[in-house]
């Protein structure tokens, strides 16, 4: 073997590693300028960038050898087609969401209503409390979820996983998982609303208008009387004080 030969061969994939990373940054800062110019309602439930990378016609761009020219305008190019790409990843995140939730709190009625049910209520996956993960997630923070327009938003990065190809996979979105303990406090406090948890939407319940009054030690976030929304993402916290 000459010694360009192995050169090459100790080298090469550093090299690759690098072009590699400089492009994903390229790409990266193009969709954040692209993600500007699209309504907020719409851009803020698109993906992140690292869910582009499964597209094929992105991998190509980002994998190509140093023959191939790639700048913020080849990346721009792509976008509108891309992003086609985006009711589906809406529907495949709320199947996701929905497989969470335990069979014995299943509704009959359709998943678009189930996940707008007052009584149903989400954590980012990186918030559940773990001997290995001990802090919060650094963007939700104990951030609670109810409702579909929350879900579909949540853009959480660094504990899933997506694959380009067989063997080869990337850090993909954050799961959004249904949290027993919020629900069974938000159904109790639909009950005391005089609504039936097992129908009751958010709609319902921001309609009644009802304030609940915070006891404990601590107060919630040095507040004593809270809306619905505002006493279970309370409630989210205090959840995590006692479990961290």
């Known amino acids: 073997m000459s010694v360009w030969s192995r050169m090459r061969e100790k080298h090469e994939p550093a090299i690759i590693a690098r072009r590699l990373a400089r492009r994903i940054s390229t790409f990266q800062d193009a969709y954040s300028r692209y993600l500007a ?32 020219t790639v700048t913020s305008e080849t990346f721009n190019s792509l976008f509108p ?82 694959q380009i190809r067989p063997g080869v996979t990337t850090i993909g979105p954050t799961p959004v998982v249904y949290d027993e303990k919020l629900s069974m406090a938000s159904s109790t406090m639909i009950r005391s609303s005089g609504l039936d948890p097992a129908t009751a939407t958010l709609n319902d319940m921001d309609n009644t208008d009802a304030r609940f009054t915070c006891w404990c030690t601590a107060f919630i976030r040095g507040v004593r009387v809270h809306t619905w929304r505002s006493m279970v993402s309370g409630l989210c916290f205090l959840l995590s004080l006692h479990m961290s």
């Open 81 to 162: 087609a891309v992003l086609s790409c985006l009711p589906q990843y809406l529907a495949d995140r709320k199947r996701e969401i929905l497989a969470t939730i335990p069979s014995d709190s299943s509704d009959s009625i359709s998943s678009e209503e189930s996940l707008n049910l007052a009584r149903h209520v989400f954590i980012c996956d990186q918030d559940r409390p773990m001997s290995w993960r001990p802090n919060a997630c650094p963007r939700c923070g104990f951030r609670c979820f109810v409702g579909w327009d929350m879900l579909s938003s949540h853009g959480c990065i660094g504990h899933g996983l997506l």
């Open 37 to 68: 110019t699209l309504p907020t309602r719409q851009s803020i439930t698109c993906p992140t960038y690292h869910y582009f990378r499964i597209i094929p016609e992105v991998a190509l761009l980002l994998e190509a050898d140093s023959s191939t």
